[in-house]
T-cell receptor, first 111, second 116 residues
């Protein structure tokens, strides 16, 4: 089945630093989504991407849908303590409605 | 828009018991999804409904699992004869699927199940 490889698995950074994480797949996806999940809660949508090459921003967050439709990245600029959490990429495969998720990137910020 | 709600938020049960979870989607969303998430992993798709029709089931959904969405609004997920391996977070998501519009899935807070 389809799998998403998300990296890095974890990041330890200082407050104010920029963050970058990405997802790759061997399959083509029609949609890429980035979610953030806090402990004990459901994933919260950060950014949705629907077209190859699309670059979208949401405040300090920027994400891109790769040209090959097999990858996506998420950047967070000037990190703050509330950015702590687990970030998941999710892709919607061609012809499917379900989402396939990456393994997550755990972000820890040292004040 | 009150978001997707799930009840209960937590459930502890003994092995062999049956449990039922409820999901209330965002109003007017016609698609409803169930996912399962184990510790340290991303959510995995279980099944989804368009209105009251169950259109896809994952191989993860064993015959002990059954989901319904009888009136095309709320949904229930039942697990019969629970096993310790069923311990996980069960997530519900909903979306509005229409022609010429982009579908985005919004998740509820989840139900955390612990089977002793």
């Amino acid at each position: 089945g389809q799998q998403l490889n998300q990296s890095p698995q974890s990041m330890f950074i200082q407050e104010g630093e920029d963050v970058s994480m990405n997802c790759t797949s061997s399959s083509i996806f029609n949609t890429w989504l980035w979610y953030k999940q806090d402990p004990g809660e459901g994933p919260v949508l950060l950014i949705a991407l629907y077209k190859a090459g699309e670059l979208t921003s949401n405040g300090r967050l920027t994400a891109q849908f790769g040209i090959t439709r097999k990858d996506s990245f998420l950047n967070i600029s000037a990190s703050i303590p509330s950015d702590v959490g687990i970030y998941f990429c999710a892709g919607q495969p061609q012809g499917a409605q379900k989402l396939v998720f990456g393994q997550g990137t755990r972000l820890t910020i040292n004040p | 828009d009150t978001g997707v709600s799930q009840n209960p938020r937590h459930k502890i049960t003994k092995r062999g018991q049956n449990v039922t979870f409820r999901c209330d989607p965002i109003s007017e969303h016609n698609r409803l999804y169930w996912y399962r998430q184990t510790l340290g992993q991303g959510p995995e798709f279980l099944t989804y409904f368009q209105n009251e029709a169950q259109l896809e089931k994952s191989r993860l959904l064993s015959d002990r699992f059954s989901a319904e969405r009888p009136k095309g609004s709320f949904s229930t997920l039942e697990i019969q004869r629970t096993e310790q391996g069923d311990s996980a977070m069960y997530l519900c998501a909903s979306s509005l699927a229409r022609r010429l519009t982009r579908e985005t899935q919004y998740f509820g807070p989840g139900t955390r199940l612990l089977v002793l």
